[in-house]
């Protein structure tokens, strides 16, 4: 099976307390940034699809990880490299100058281009929580699309039977392949993703798997191709602007109260919850 | 900061580590260092993340690299884990495979390298005896020849990770006084019996096990002899220097660990309607703090330079671990400070921190042994 997996680079959740906001616009000066969380779970994914896990030194299938962004992004693309990913394609983009649909339309191109089995994105990325690529990309190719799997099983690379979680249960599908498949978290479970290659009984470690140095020195002679937006749309015009951001309002500093009756007072007169 | 040596490698090996610690380390730091110990488990999930290997030739399965690797593992580990003890304990491999690798034959180095890069057993090295640790070439514990096997007396002292090791490199006494009667043995535990007299209750490094051991007529094959007897002294000498670079490099990661504790709370900590960092008293500690661990990370760079080119680095070595001890206790000790009250309990990462780093200046080598190794070399 052959599988594209796009990658986007956010600012560290954990930066939260540093944003600053400079004239309505997000000031990123100084932030960590890492790579997009659900991305990583949708390359580890990926992996399990595409191996034995008796042996994962052979590839049996390709992934191909996409990201758009400046050069600061072949950090992320190197390190989906050295966990396994077989080929990168960074596009070269700033990200003020992206919007979702812009980034479904120009995958749609690569799509067409590298003609992949399936296409596994993480659910939302954690900077915008827009939740908007895997679904435009799949309306513009056509395609069966299942969104935030909590675990997929493959039926001889054929189809995929998706889980999701819904309110109250979870809601089995089956998408024939190609197709568009956005991952949850639980996708990483020891159990979370069954492929034909695999035996069923496998349990992988919990979570997204480590890159050893010997991986990450080799993953420097796996190809990596660079492109321009323009080369996949002729259109790189964006749908969605953005106005301006604001901060939230500073908390106010609490008060202190000597006696539970001033307590109550102040939440009958001022809270007016009594 | 990092290190003036990183490439692209390091940067990705340190995301490595860092994931690696986040995952497995940091939830259970606070409770493994009250607990005195970490489960046996991380060794195997160290080895599998490829964080223990790292350093050591892939042959043995290792995970290549050379110190330089090793060093920035080590201090995203101390970082974002929080748990010196724990990467300590984790790292005692350092000391007690080396010689293996240096020394060993074809056979010895397959037989433990291999189990104890992928975490299946754990390892030791034992110099130091109650009577003395600097002066290793007085050491007591003896080995006598009989038949295809030796016969190990005497006791070692301080032996990082010596309650759990199965694989304990010790160093014996097979001739006569002096340093050239002095052997190396790899005490394996499964076919000998070592015991542990006491596990040691320490200042610090608490979620790393110290023990004392002893030897009572200890069984040890013959063919578990590194090198040829008298050689003990030399293959011990021939891993000081990276030692010395790696607890260099211990210190600078928990002196940056302290001084990111600091510089957050006198951000956020509130005396006299100001934060902390309004005072200027404070920016200037803050500022000597980042000046010192600037100034210890370039020695040790500079160290880890020289010495992957194979340089000879035995009185450098020396006066980076002297200058990064030096560093760290002071950081340590002013992150105390701005802490306050808090500093000094036990819920505060830098009140473990203070007590962690008062073993550097002895442990490895004394400060005052770095001196005599330094008047030495440099001829005074
Ligand atoms: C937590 C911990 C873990 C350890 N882990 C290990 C381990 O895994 N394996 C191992 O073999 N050892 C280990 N050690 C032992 C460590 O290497 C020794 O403590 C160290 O070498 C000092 O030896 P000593 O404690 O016997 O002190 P001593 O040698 O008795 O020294 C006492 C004091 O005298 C000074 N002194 C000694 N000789 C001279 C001299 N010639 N000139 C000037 N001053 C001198 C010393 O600098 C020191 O200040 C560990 C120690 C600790 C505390
Ligand atoms: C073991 C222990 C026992 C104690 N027992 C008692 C007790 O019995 N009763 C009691 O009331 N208290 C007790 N204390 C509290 C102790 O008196 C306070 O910890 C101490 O006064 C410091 O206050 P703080 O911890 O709030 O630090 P902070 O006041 O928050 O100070 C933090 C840091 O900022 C520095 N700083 C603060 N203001 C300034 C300034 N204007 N200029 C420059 N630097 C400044 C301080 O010097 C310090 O380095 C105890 C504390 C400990 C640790």
New interface residues.
């Given amino acids: 099976m052959k599988i594209l997996v796009p990658l986007k680079q956010v600012a560290d959740p954990d930066n939260a307390n540093k944003i600053k906001v400079t004239a309505g616009k997000i000031d990123t000066t100084g932030l960590a940034f890492?790579p997009n969380p659900f991305d990583e779970y949708a390359v580890e994914t990926a992996l399990r699809l595409t191996e034995n896990a008796a042996n994962t030194k052979a590839r049996l299938g390709e992934v191909v990880v996409v990201a758009f962004g400046t050069k600061d992004v072949d950090?992320m693309l190197?390190?989906a490299l050295?966990t396994g990913a077989d080929r990168a394609i960074r596009v070269d983009a700033t990200d003020d100058a992206l919007d979702g649909d812009l980034v479904a339309r120009a995958l749609k191109a690569i799509v067409e281009k590298e003609a992949p089995d399936l296409v596994l994105l993480g659910k939302q990325q954690v900077e915008g929580d827009s939740n908007q690529v895997g679904q435009l990309l799949a309306e513009y190719l056509g395609w069966p699309q299942a969104t935030f799997a909590g675990s997929i099983k493959s039926e001889a690379d054929k189809a995929l039977v998706v889980s999701r979680e819904v309110d109250g249960g979870t809601l089995n599908l089956k998408v024939t392949l190609p197709a568009v498949v956005s991952v949850d978290l639980r996708i990483v479970n020891p159990h979370g993703v069954k492929s034909m290659h695999t035996a069923a009984a496998h349990a992988y470690?919990e979570?997204?798997r480590?890159?050893?140095?010997?991986?990450?020195?080799a993953?420097?002679k796996k190809p990596f191709a660079e492109m321009k937006i323009t080369d996949l749309v002729s259109d790189a015009s964006l749908k969605v602007t953005y106005g301006s951001a604001e901060l939230p309002p500073a908390r106010k500093a609490g008060i202190k109260v000597k006696t539970v009756a001033e307590l109550v007072e102040k939440l009958k007169t001022e809270a007016k919850v009594l | 900061m990092t290190y003036l040596f990183e490439t692209?490698?390091h940067?990705?090996?340190r995301?490595?580590a860092r994931?690696?610690a986040e995952?497995h380390i940091t939830p259970f730091a606070l409770e493994w260092e009250e607990a005195g110990e970490f489960p046996r488990a991380l060794y195997r999930l160290a080895a599998?993340?490829?964080?223990l290997?790292?350093g050591y030739p892939?042959a043995y399965g290792g995970?290549?690299?050379d110190i330089s690797?090793a060093l920035v593992v080590a201090e995203e580990m101390v970082l974002v884990g929080k748990s010196v003890g724990t990467v300590v304990g984790l790292g005692s491999h350092g000391i007690a495979l080396p010689p293996i690798l240096a020394a060993g034959t074809e056979d010895q180095k397959q037989r433990y390298a291999g189990p104890i890069l992928r975490g299946e057993l754990v390892s030791a090295l034992a110099v130091t005896e109650a009577g003395g640790g600097s002066d290793v070439a007085s050491l007591a514990t003896r080995a006598e020849r009989n038949n295809d096997s030796y016969l190990v007396d005497g006791s070692k002292m301080f032996i990082t990770s010596g309650t759990r090791a199965e694989i304990i490199t010790t160093a014996v006494r097979t001739g006569g006084p002096g340093h050239g009667g002095i052997s190396m043995l790899v005490i394996d535990r499964r076919e000998s019996e070592v015991a542990v007299s006491r596990k040691l209750k320490k200042m610090g490094w608490w979620a790393s096990d110290t023990a004392e051991l002893s030897f009572a007529e200890t069984r040890v094959p013959i063919v578990n002899l590194l090198g040829n007897e008298g050689e003990g002294f030399l293959i011990a000498m021939r891993n000081f220097a990276t030692e010395r670079i790696f607890l260099a490099g211990n210190c600078v990661a928990i002196a940056e660990l302290a001084y990111r504790e600091a510089l957050a709370y006198a951000r956020e900590r509130n005396a006299f309607g100001k934060k902390l960092t309004a005072f200027q008293v404070t920016r200037h500690k803050l500022a000597d703090m980042a000046t010192r661990i600037a100034a210890a990370r370039a020695l040790t760079s500079e160290v880890v330079v020289r010495h992957v080119r194979e340089e000879p680095v035995t009185s450098l070595a020396a006066m980076a671990k002297n200058t990064a001890t030096d560093m760290c206790s002071f950081v340590c000790d002013q992150a105390v400070q701005i802490f306050g009250g808090y500093g000094y309990m036990r819920e505060s990462v830098v009140e473990r921190l203070y007590r962690d780093a008062r073993l550097y200046p002895i442990g490895g080598g004394t400060r005052e042994i770095m001196n005599e190794v330094i008047s030495k070399l440099e001829g005074f």
């Fill in positions: 890492k950090v190197r390190g050295a470690p979570g997204v480590f890159a050893a140095l010997m991986a990450i020195m993953a420097k | 692209d490698d940067t990705a090996l995301a490595q994931r690696f995952r599998e993340a490829g964080v290997g790292v892939e995970s290549g690299g690797h």
